[in-house]
């Protein structure tokens, strides 16, 4: 029922910036927490960052604490991940997605609709 469509992934030197896209189609969007969650090579999906219904709390990973900024765009039912200072550790396939409930996690098992991911790769 809910549909995510991501973009803004690509390759960029280290120290330089990308900010991702995700927007959603389907019900009661508004309503509902969003996360950012990440895929480096040979590694499990882990948790970037997470944000209310109502864009009120964030939560970062320590990893990427300082550097990225999540936000959401309600009227435009679009959520952002600004990486600011990338590094080569940052590479990765960036996924987003729809919470189950109102509020964030950090845990994948909380997250019920996900975008298809896109690839960012940060050179040395």
């Known amino acids: 029922q809910v549909q995510l469509v991501e973009s803004g992934g690509g390759l960029v030197q280290a120290g330089g910036s990308l900010r991702l896209s995700c927007a959603a189609s389907?019900?009661?969007?508004?309503?509902?927490?969003m996360g950012w969650f990440r895929q480096p090579p040979g590694k499990e999906r882990e948790f970037v960052a997470a944000?209310?219904?109502?864009?009120?709390?964030?939560n970062y990973a320590d990893s990427v604490k300082g550097r990225f900024t999540i936000s959401r765009d309600t009227g435009k039912s679009t959520v952002y991940l600004q990486m600011n200072s990338l590094k080569p550790e940052d590479t990765a396939v960036y996924y987003c997605a729809k919470g189950k409930g109102l509020y964030i996690s950090t845990s994948y098992r909380a997250y019920d609709y996900w975008g298809q991911g896109t690839q960012v790769t940060v050179s040395s």
């Open positions: 944000i209310t219904w109502n864009g009120g709390t964030t």
């Open positions: 389907g019900r009661a969007f508004s309503i509902y927490g």
